[in-house]
């Protein structure tokens, strides 16, 4: 009566397993593989539940090595991650960074501490650094828009505004549930460029989304008249 049970609920996992995995086939590839992951974990759970080590125990370590995987790193990657998690709970930026060039230098895949670097580098105002990591980031997670995003601020900081535009645009391209925290960024480098009307509608949608917080209310509302402004002006010197 057990092995029947058994058969009957891994019958309904496998079906429910099949169902959802082809409804995660537009997700990016790292997605997908950390879904995967996921997938093989809760298995691995399932038979252990049931007693079935000899299946559970394989399963499990699958989903932790397909984790890993999916996370892009390496074991070189892994050790510079893990000297620079206590500085980036410290925020000690200065010592991000520092791990961070030395990571630059061989074979270190580390998409979260690139990532990590490029946000230190843009707090400290080192921006040709962030420009570097996020370089890497990119390299090393093409899918995934975060590395894009970063990579636009350096570049905008940096008086590269058509550059800037272009990483934001892939960014919100690669992440269209959540695309509206783009906004705000793309929206100053639209005024930059003096589109002042693209501006505008980047300011508006991402004023009225969940993403504008308030400490964003000022920023918004500053570039919303600055818009506002620079297009009365234009209209002037046009008449």
Same mark, same amino acid.
């Given at each position: 009566?057990?092995?029947?049970?058994?058969?009957?609920?891994?019958?309904?996992?496998?079906?429910?397993? #099949?169902?959802?995995?082809?409804?995660?086939?537009?997700?990016?590839?790292?997605?997908?593989?950390? /879904?995967? &992951?996921?997938?093989?974990?809760?298995?691995? +759970?399932?038979?252990? %539940?049931?007693? /079935?080590?000899?299946?559970? #125990?394989?399963?499990?370590?699958?989903?932790?090595?397909?984790?890993?995987?999916?996370?892009?790193?390496?074991?070189? @990657?892994?050790?510079?991650?893990?000297?620079?998690?206590?500085?980036?709970? *410290?925020?000690?930026?200065?010592? %991000?960074?520092?791990?961070?060039?030395?990571?630059?230098?061989?074979? #270190?895949?580390?998409?979260?501490?690139?990532?990590?670097?490029?946000? *230190?580098?843009?707090?400290?105002?080192?921006? !040709?650094?962030?420009?570097?990591?996020? $370089?890497?980031? %990119?390299?090393?997670?093409?899918?995934?828009?975060? &590395?894009?995003?970063?990579? @636009? +601020?350096?570049?905008?900081?940096?008086?590269?505004?058509?550059?800037?535009?272009?990483?934001?645009?892939?960014?919100?391209?690669? !992440?269209?549930?959540?695309?509206?925290?783009?906004?705000?960024?793309?929206?100053?480098?639209?005024?930059?460029?003096?589109?002042?009307?693209?501006?505008?509608?980047?300011? $508006?949608?991402?004023? *009225? *989304?969940?993403?504008?917080?308030? !400490?964003?209310?000022?920023? %918004? =509302?500053?570039?919303?008249? =600055?818009?506002?402004?620079?297009?009365?002006?234009?209209?002037?010197?046009?008449?």
């Amino acid at each position: 009566m057990l092995s029947l049970s058994i058969l009957i609920v891994l019958a309904i996992a496998l079906f429910s397993i #099949t169902y959802f995995c082809k409804g995660i086939e537009s997700l990016p590839s790292f997605r997908k593989a950390n /879904l995967k &992951g996921c997938i093989a974990f809760v298995l691995a +759970i399932f038979f252990f %539940v049931f007693n /079935l080590p000899t299946i559970g #125990t394989p399963l499990f370590l699958l989903s932790m090595w397909m984790t890993f995987i999916s996370s892009g790193m390496n074991f070189r @990657g892994l050790k510079c991650l893990a000297r620079a998690l206590p500085s980036a709970k *410290s925020k000690n930026h200065a010592q %991000v960074i520092s791990i961070c060039d030395e990571a630059l230098n061989g074979d #270190t895949r580390a998409p979260a501490l690139f990532a990590m670097g490029a946000e *230190s580098a843009i707090f400290m105002n080192q921006f !040709e650094k962030s420009l570097a990591f996020s $370089n890497r980031l %990119v390299l090393l997670t093409s899918s995934e828009p975060r &590395g894009y995003f970063l990579r @636009g +601020i350096a570049q905008y900081q940096m008086g590269n505004f058509e550059q800037s535009l272009h990483d934001i645009n892939q960014a919100i391209s690669l !992440e269209s549930k959540q695309s509206d925290a783009f906004k705000l960024e793309r929206a100053r480098t639209k005024f930059a460029l003096q589109d002042y009307s693209g501006a505008l509608e980047d300011l $508006n949608t991402f004023a *009225s *989304s969940t993403f504008c917080k308030k !400490e964003f209310k000022g920023i %918004v =509302d500053t570039l919303h008249s =600055d818009c506002l402004l620079a297009m009365k002006d234009k209209e002037n010197f046009r008449n």
